[in-house]
């Protein structure tokens, strides 16, 4: 029998992809009908092989193509693509290409639908691009991942984990990459010692963390907000110019200007308001509210369109922005600088004195910004006090817009939007990056005008789209669930305020309960309770109205510069007037995984925020351990109370451990602990003053202790006193002989045998 010829490298390795899922020498062998010998030769060549990388070593002695997937794997969610498909990856890729897509069946796990990051089991399908991906079971988060800075402890260099809720510290294996002390660094853990703490392998030096101006670049990772643009998108923003007038509205006369923050680094809508010359409209406005023409530079499905849909939003921290789109179109293009030519979406609006929407316009114009102002700046002028600038504005611009903005506030008060009282916080640093000061960001009306500008534009918006028979995005806000409900009428009841279950839960309602609290101690509380019974808002392609504002339908239209929804908006709104360059295409994907995306890219944003603002507080406070604070309790969990400082707007904990000596009682539809035995009680809202105990910067951690209690000491048992009671009687006590009598007698009968 003639023996087979040995196949080539190139032979082996096209077999195992041709062959589903991972194969074996015994595989290879059968397919090549090989002998004895040739099998110890095929042992040595597979190992060259998997030296060299071009195939894959698992388990069993199998081999796989290593760019290709098994049937069976571990994938990770990584986002949602511009069709609205879910998207997935290797949770584990060596090959040096870039991974194959992986396209997520739109089968929901038991759980609910996974999030970005969030890893399964899952079963592969081959298909012409990529992969299908089923799921087969949801897994936890790898737990190898650590984010941390490098620091020195007693002469040993050490992981610092960002995680507030990781508090042990990683030593650093010897095969690490390099990193200095204070370097920011991912790590993956390797195991542990039998005694003492974990291992960790850094793999990724990220950047220097040293210095205030780090506390947002550790947000920034942590949550995984991409920072850097693909090159061709910013190749694609540096190329662009000044779009031409061609058949744009000149709107360049028109005195429009921006009312922003004096910290704002973009400028994305500009507004006007003039009495309506209309004899049938006698105390109406129109009213113009130009937004920046962001669709004329960002195209659907070309390079800039992808990294903005990818990032969802800009994030904002005070010492940086993670924009959305590259600086040349965010605070060049896009951005309505005064003085300077842009290409604006504008909307035409005409009011009644009674704040109605009469009639809507939108058009695209070439615009000219008058002036560039600040809330400040604005209000400062309408109180009587004018600056330069201002004075010259005040007849013809900035009292029109006031007496336009009084019109719309009525009306707001008169369908009953809700009025909550969220005090604001915000940091300020100084010239060398450090906190000078943390204070409460204050509430002008020059705020709330551009607020109800921007409402009305975002409704005239919504109507348009209706009217056009388009797809909008909608910012949808469900009312408050019948659970939600119920846990409030609680809260209430408790603090004597009625609040029937079975009534109509509208905006208004929770206005009364709101007012009539104004005035009392629980005021705060109450907004708090209230901020709790609320739904999530979210972006949908089907409406269903938004509660909070007491709005029939509502769209987001007016930011396009930082929100991606807005751009859709805008793009359906082209295609609804006049389609032209940047409409939104027939083939425009599925919105409602669009929206899926958003909001999840949304809450990375805020949580981001949220976590850079505590670690700016942490270390604003870091000197000051062992201070006491005044302070409002604004969380009850029952492991312990959160705190909110007066005047700094910090968050911190007061673990259980900590409160007055005694077993506390979390009663969680209340919001209160209560102490069994001592009958302390705390409340959410509560006024308390608090020790701080321990700040870390790092994780924005911050632990304080309730001052101004004294612990009780235990109550301790009565000691025995011997003799002191007459013994319990189990029956007759039964006569007998001591041990020690008894054993006398023993060794007496053994001396006589």
Request: glycine share 6%.
């Amino acid at each position: 029998m003639a023996k087979s010829p040995f196949p080539s490298k190139q032979k082996i390795l096209d077999f195992v992809r041709d062959t589903p899922g991972r194969v074996g020498k015994r595989e290879i062998a059968r397919a090549f009908k090989l002998d004895v010998d040739q099998k110890r030769l095929l042992k040595s060549v597979l190992k060259e092989m998997k030296n060299e990388g071009v195939l894959d070593a698992g388990r069993r002695k199998q081999v796989s193509d290593p760019t290709t997937l098994p049937n069976v794997t571990i994938i990770e969610i990584s986002g949602v693509d511009l069709d609205g498909e879910v998207l997935a990856k290797p949770a584990k890729w060596d090959a040096e290409i870039a991974p194959p897509t992986i396209y997520m069946s739109p089968v929901r796990t038991k759980t609910g639908a996974l999030g970005i990051g969030d890893r399964a089991l899952a079963r592969l399908k081959p298909i012409e691009d990529g992969y299908v991906a089923e799921i087969i079971r949801p897994i936890a988060a790898a737990p190898d991942d650590v984010l941390g800075i490098v620091v020195q402890v007693e002469g040993e260099r050490r992981i610092q984990p960002i995680e507030k809720r990781n508090r042990n510290d990683y030593v650093i294996e010897r095969s690490s990459i390099e990193a200095d002390v204070g370097d920011l660094v991912r790590a993956e853990t390797i195991g542990r010692n039998r005694i003492g703490l974990k291992r960790a392998k850094i793999v990724e030096r990220i950047a220097e963390a040293e210095g205030p101006r780090a506390i947002s670049l550790i947000s920034v990772h942590h949550h995984r907000i991409p920072v850097s643009f693909p090159e061709a998108a910013s190749k694609q923003a540096e190329d662009a110019k000044a779009a031409p007038l061609g058949k744009r509205d000149d709107l360049r006369s028109v005195p429009l200007v921006t009312i922003d923050g004096e910290d704002a680094r973009d400028f994305d809508d500009a507004v006007f308001a003039e009495p309506d010359d209309d004899p049938k409209n006698v105390d109406g406005f129109k009213i113009m509210v130009a937004i920046a023409d962001v669709g004329w530079y960002v195209r659907p499905g070309d390079d800039l369109d992808k990294a903005a849909f990818e990032r969802g939003n800009s994030v904002y921290f005070p010492d940086r922005v993670v924009p959305m789109l590259p600086e040349e179109l965010s605070n060049g293009w896009c951005s309505l600088r005064p003085h300077e030519d842009r290409p604006c979406l504008v909307a035409h609006l005409r009011i009644d004195n009674a704040g109605n929407l009469l009639s809507k316009r939108f058009k695209r114009a070439m615009m000219r910004s008058h002036a560039r102002l600040t809330y400040n700046q604005v209000q400062a002028a309408q109180d009587g006090n004018p600056d330069e600038m201002t004075a010259q504005l005040m007849d013809n611009v900035i009292k029109p817009l006031y007496d336009a903005f009084a019109v719309l506030l009525a009306a707001r008060e008169e369908r009953g939007a809700l009025e909550l009282d969220l005090p604001e916080r915000r940091v300020i640093l100084d010239d060398n990056g450090s906190i000078a000061k943390v204070e409460p960001r204050e509430r002008l009306d020059s705020h709330k005008l551009i607020e109800e500008f921007m409402v009305l534009a975002n409704v005239a918006a919504a109507e348009f789209l209706e009217e056009k028979k388009r797809p909008c995005m909608y910012r949808i806000h469900d009312e408050p669930s019948l659970t939600k409900i119920e846990s409030l009428s609680e809260v209430l009841q408790s603090i004597g305020v009625r609040f029937d279950k079975g009534q109509v839960v509208t905006p208004k309602r929770f206005n009364q309960i709101l007012a009539r609290a104004a005035d009392q101690p629980y005021s705060q509380m109450m907004n708090d309770v209230v901020l709790r019974s609320q739904s999530q808002a979210k972006y949908e392609p089907n409406n269903i109205g938004h509660f909070g504002l007491a709005l029939r339908r509502y769209c987001h239209f007016t930011s396009p510069i930082r929100r991606y929804s807005d751009l859709l908006v805008h793009r359906a709104l082209i295609r609804g007037m006049t389609p032209s360059a940047g409409s939104l295409p027939e083939d425009h994907g599925d919105f409602v995984k669009i929206g899926e995306h958003l909001c999840v890219t949304e809450r990375r944003a805020q949580v981001a925020e949220r976590d850079a603002m505590d670690r700016y507080a942490a270390d604003y406070l870091k000197d000051r351990v062992g201070a006491t604070f005044g302070a409002r309790i604004s969380g009850v969990s029952r492991f312990g109370l959160f705190v909110n400082i007066d005047g700094i707007g910090a968050d911190g904990l007061v673990p259980i451990r900590s409160l007055p000596d005694d077993y506390y009682v979390h009663d969680e539809d209340r919001h209160v602990l209560t102490g069994r035995s001592n009958k302390l009680t705390f409340r959410l809202g509560d006024r308390v003053e608090v020790n701080l105990v321990e700040a870390t910067p790092v994780t924005g951690g911050l632990v304080f202790e309730i001052a101004g209690y004294t612990t009780p000491e235990k109550t301790k048992p009565k000691p025995h006193k011997p003799g002191g009671g007459k013994p319990r009687k189990f029956g007759k006590k039964v006569k007998g002989k001591s041990r020690a009598a008894r054993r006398a007698k023993r060794n007496q009968v053994a001396k006589q045998t």
